[in-house]
């Protein structure tokens, strides 16, 4: 809500027979002072309206009556906040049209998007040891089966936070080694895509949050990830950092933007030192890279309305 600061006018109290005193200078008038702009006030009737990445894998905000139920073609993105905000995402296979609704009380808004094609490249990677490909080792099966508990309970998380609205930075600068959604190769056989976002660094190079937010899950030693954390930015939009050779967030923090999380590192499946980037929202995947530019559009457009 816009702020709207009332300038305090200063007058001197005197007793009612006090003496005239006409020669006497005007008392100063304080000055008006604006408040700074804040963020638009939420929408009062139903409407909706969504800037962002609109590519398939990517991430959009929309601004809608708190509360409202927000669905991208039919399937649940959640509800509003108290302040009319609500995060969606796009599939890698999205067809080229979005059909996003907000709906309260059996009243609907809804808005169509383009979604952009996208080309995904096919990567080979090689020299993987085979239990981190095909796992057969009774202990390793085990394992991995503790790991999928604990990453299942970190991706229900929905922390009511914002912190999608900071607008994200890269967590790290390196060279790009693998884009997100590439089809894999691994040892040969052809796997699912690759949801991650590949960044080659020197093990030990810091990483850093994009954006603000409470970290769900820190295991310093996963079977396939080595060290990870998850980090939830508010709504579920959940970020992932992979491979890492040191942590220094526990469960339960708060970490704000481009605070040091950890460091690059080379464990769990990986053939060098480099940190898998991942982002997801209600269990879809969604492309980390393309939100730093789709975050910053949304914030700058959604906040000027």
Not at 153 to 167: H, N, R
Request: proline share 8%.
């Amino acid at each position: 809500m816009r702020a709207l600061v009332m300038a305090l006018a200063l007058a001197a109290c005197a007793a009612a027979d006090a003496p005239a005193q006409p020669d006497a200078p005007p008392a100063p008038t304080a000055p008006v002072v604006q408040a700074p702009p804040g963020p638009p006030s939420a929408p009062a009737t139903l409407s909706l309206n969504c800037a962002g990445a609109f590519t398939q894998g990517g991430v959009a905000l929309c601004r809608t009556l708190p509360g409202a139920q927000v669905t991208v073609d039919g399937v649940d993105m959640g509800g509003a906040d108290q302040n009319g905000w609500v995060v969606i995402g796009f599939l890698r296979e999205h067809a080229a049209q979005a059909r996003v609704e907000a709906s309260v009380q059996g009243a609907v808004a809804s808005e169509t998007y383009d979604i952009a094609d996208r080309e995904f490249d096919i990567q080979r990677v090689n020299g993987l040891p085979s239990q981190t490909v095909n796992p057969t080792d009774p202990d390793v099966l085990a394992r991995i089966q503790r790991d999928t508990a604990l990453k299942r309970e970190a991706f229900a998380s929905e922390a009511p936070l914002a912190g999608w609205l900071d607008g994200f930075i890269m967590p790290l600068e390196g060279t790009v080694t693998g884009r997100w959604g590439n089809q894999r190769v691994l040892n040969g056989e052809p796997r699912d895509p690759h949801y991650g976002y590949d960044i080659a660094a020197p093990e030990g190079t810091p990483i850093r949050a994009p954006a603000s937010g409470t970290v769900v899950l820190a295991n310093p030693d996963m079977h396939f990830e080595g060290g990870l954390v998850f980090i939830d930015h508010g709504q579920g939009l959940i970020t992932m950092y992979l491979h890492m050779s040191r942590l220094d967030v526990a469960v339960g923090d708060t970490v704000s933007q481009g605070q040091v999380i950890g460091a690059v590192g080379a464990r769990g499946r990986a053939t060098g030192p480099h940190l898998c980037w991942r982002m997801r929202l209600h269990g879809r995947q969604l492309d980390p890279s393309v939100a730093v530019d789709g975050l910053a559009r949304a914030r700058a457009e959604l906040l000027a309305n």
